[in-house]
């Protein structure tokens, strides 16, 4: 049985990009569950954590990704923070998951999401925002995404940072009040 359904040419063409689908669908439930979970009147702003990691000095850091949520929810928004698979491996050696991440950053574990081994975060925090129009905190100009994802011809999705003075400084990003 499973070798007369792998056999039909819409599988052939399909099976390769299922990792790719999965992500696109838990993205999608993600975005439901938070609603959910914020159900007053709530803004949010995705942070691409693999980026905002190497804004100090180059060396990634969860310190600065935590300095950039405490900025954002300065302003009023609920940051979710994307990550690639590796991030453990990159500041502490070893896997690290959304609820460890979530407890390093002082969010809630539905707020941190990791991506699956082999899948960049990338194109599923492009596929979240364009979901609920919601805009990223990255210095990535997502330019291998450009042709899959209209959205990032919007001037105002993408949201600069830096770190400076023991600070991280959100470019364009406005206090929601």
Known sequence: MFEE???EPWVQVAL???PYLAGVAVVILVVVALKR???KRTTFVILDGSNVMYWHNRTPKLKTVRLAVDEAITKGY?????FDANVGYLVSDKYMGPGRLANELGLSAKQVLVSPRGTPADPLILQMAKFDNIRIITNDRYRDWEDDFEILRQQDLLVRGHW???RVHLK???ALG
């Open 164 to 166: 400076s003075r023991g």
């Open 78 to 82: 609920v940051p979710v923070v994307w």
């Open 16 to 18: 390769p990009y299922w």
């Open 172 to 174: 364009g990003l406005p």
């Open 37 to 39: 979970l914020f159900r």
């Open 5 to 7: 359904i792998t056999g």
